[in-house]
């Protein structure tokens, strides 16, 4: 028996996503600051160390969302209005990602100075006019360019890659799903697109390519990630009683799921630093996939309790695209406090600026074009 999809919020699912974007954050904020006391250093070492894995679990739960999303559309999952489906991805995503690009071209203008700080949080490429850097840039397809001819960029430009990631998935997503039919359809596509990713880092790592935008950032390498949301948002329809009636499987699933992202996300697997580039991402996937279907049947994780650990996550989007520009402005303040306190506090700043520019800019700007486009849900 299947649950209906609805229009209800999830408030696991933002939890997870305040977990992925701390470790974004984290990643790109250690190499900043002077190392922490010996009492954190250990832990602040492993926390911060794979932030790519963050991008990942973002993937998977991008894919639960988005194929809810679809189910949800007045004529459900297989026939899915295009206007209604475009209209809403681009009210979401494109006005947020215009005003970072400006927004950091700004702050390239006003305040290029040829400091650590600045290379590392803005710096352009060698020639700021290529068009090898801006087409792609602009045409979501940032993750398949060659990032090492610019000599180098800024981390606010190589955020850029998972964006291209995800609307090349999505721009022919509900085409693929009008012509795969049917449930059975879709799962056996899907796997598919599972094995392709492990397939594809197999294939890269052989050829002896160390290089990890080549494995993990190129389409094949992520698309996977993707896949296991949408099986995700399939295993969660349509197991929902079963799930429900079985809160004692719902809760053993869920810890084999934390084991997993938590062994993986620590290099406890004896497989290698560059065999983790092959099978990191699916472990990833498959330990969120995990922990969300069993999570996302305990009443727990949807506690008020809980409510202010799931406010990053509710503004993740934000915080993702913001967090570099609040890290160049606050980095002084962060300099002088504890790693624990200094990290903190960074994630607050940004979740606040985040929140802001939800309520009084992104909010509104996805209304608008969504009218623009007659699309009123």
């Known amino acids: 028996m299947k649950q209906p999809a609805g229009p209800n919020h999830l408030q696991i699912i933002d939890l997870a996503r305040t977990a992925a974007i701390m ?9 900043t600051l002077p190392l922490p006391p010996p009492a954190f250093r250990w832990g602040w070492d492993h926390f ?10 973002f993937f998977v739960i991008s894919g639960f969302l988005i194929t809810r999303i679809l189910d949800s559309g007045g004529n459900r999952l297989f026939r899915s209005g295009w206007r209604w489906f475009y209209a809403r991805r681009v009210g979401r995503i494109i006005p947020l990602f215009l005003l970072a690009v400006f927004l950091g071209l700004a702050l390239v203008w006003m305040f290029q100075d040829g400091s650590k700080k600045f290379i590392y949080c803005f710096k352009l490429p060698q020639d700021p006019g290529t068009l090898s850097f801006w087409v792609p840039l602009f ?7 060659r990032t090492e001819n610019w ?18 998935f999505y721009l022919l997503y509900p085409l693929a799903l009008r012509l795969l039919g049917n449930l059975k359809n879709l799962a056996l596509f899907l796997a598919f697109v599972v094995l392709l990713g492990l397939g594809w880092r197999w294939g890269v790592y052989l050829s002896g390519n160390d290089n990890i935008h080549t494995s993990m950032r190129t389409s094949p390498g992520a698309f996977d990630q993707i896949a296991f949301g949408a099986l995700l948002y399939l295993a969660y329809k349509y197991k929902a009683l079963f799930f429900s009636k079985n809160k004692a499987l719902s809760f053993w699933v869920m810890g084999a799921g934390f084991l997993i992202l938590a062994a993986t996300y ?23 996939f995990l922990f969300l279907l069993g999570g996302l049947h305990l009443p727990f994780f949807e506690s008020k309790d809980l409510r202010v650990f799931s ?16 890290l160049f402005f606050i980095h002084s303040f962060l300099w002088d406090l504890n790693i624990v306190a200094a990290f903190f506090l960074y994630v607050a ?3 606040a600026l985040s929140a802001l520019s939800y309520r009084f800019f992104e909010a509104p700007a996805n209304r608008l074009i969504r009218r623009i486009f007659g699309v009123e849900s």
């Open 23 to 31: 470790t974004v954050m984290a990643f790109h904020l250690k190499p």
């Open 48 to 57: 911060q160390r794979n932030g790519e894995y963050g991008v990942c679990m």
């Open 139 to 145: 045409t979501f397809t940032f993750n398949w360019a």
């Open 151 to 168: 000599n180098g960029i800024g981390i606010e430009w190589v955020l850029f890659w998972s964006l291209a990631v995800e609307e090349q």
């Open 266 to 288: 620590l290099n406890t697997f004896p497989i290698g630093e560059r065999l983790d580039r092959i099978y990191g991402p699916t472990l990833i996937a498959a330990g969120l």
């Open 311 to 326: 406010l990053p996550g509710k503004f993740s989007y934000g915080n993702y695209l913001f967090h570099i520009p609040v």
């Open 349 to 351: 700043v940004t979740t």
